[in-house]
């Protein structure tokens, strides 16, 4: 199997089988995560209005900590860089945050809160 360094296409049939194969599971690992990241988030929306109605704070320090903490030790069982794993999580915290501070925003106000 070898390849060209041209960059025309020239490259062996079994690796570009190889190369399609593996794009596909990716696709598939890809699709994975966007449903998990959308069930995650369909739980924490229950939390931010449940934070809301007993006026919580949106955020939980204390927990976020635990949370990275905890991530970066599973990062480092599966082989993932934790620092890349600890970037991930802040990201989706943030936006957990985010979406926390809009419901109580909106259960303050007396509206009801937007979905999602």
Same mark, same amino acid.
């Given at each position: 199997?070898?390849t060209?360094?041209?960059?025309?296409?020239?490259?062996?049939?079994?690796? *570009? &089988?190889?190369?399609?194969?593996? =794009?596909?599971s990716?696709?598939?690992?890809? #699709?994975?995560?966007?449903?998990?990241? +959308? $069930?995650?988030?369909?739980?924490?929306?229950?939390?931010?209005?449940?934070?809301?109605?007993?006026?919580?704070p949106?955020?939980?320090?204390? *927990? &976020?900590a635990?949370?990275?903490? =905890?991530?970066?030790?599973?990062?480092?069982? #599966?082989?993932?860089?934790?620092?890349? +794993? $600890?970037?991930?999580?802040?990201?989706?915290?943030?936006?957990?945050?985010?979406?926390?501070?809009?419901?109580?925003?909106?259960?303050?106000?007396?509206?009801?809160?937007?979905?999602?």
């Open positions: 199997m070898t060209s360094n041209t960059g025309t296409g020239d490259v062996d049939a079994a690796v *570009r &089988e190889e190369l399609a194969r593996l =794009r596909d990716i696709d598939n690992i890809d #699709a994975a995560v966007v449903h998990m990241l +959308a $069930e995650r988030f369909k739980c924490t929306q229950q939390v931010g209005h449940l934070k809301a109605r007993h006026q919580l949106p955020a939980d320090p204390t *927990r &976020e635990r949370q990275i903490e =905890r991530l970066r030790a599973l990062a480092e069982s #599966a082989k993932l860089d934790p620092a890349f +794993a $600890e970037k991930f999580l802040n990201f989706i915290i943030a936006e957990v945050i985010r979406h926390h501070e809009r419901i109580a925003e909106d259960t303050g106000n007396g509206r009801a809160p937007e979905a999602g």
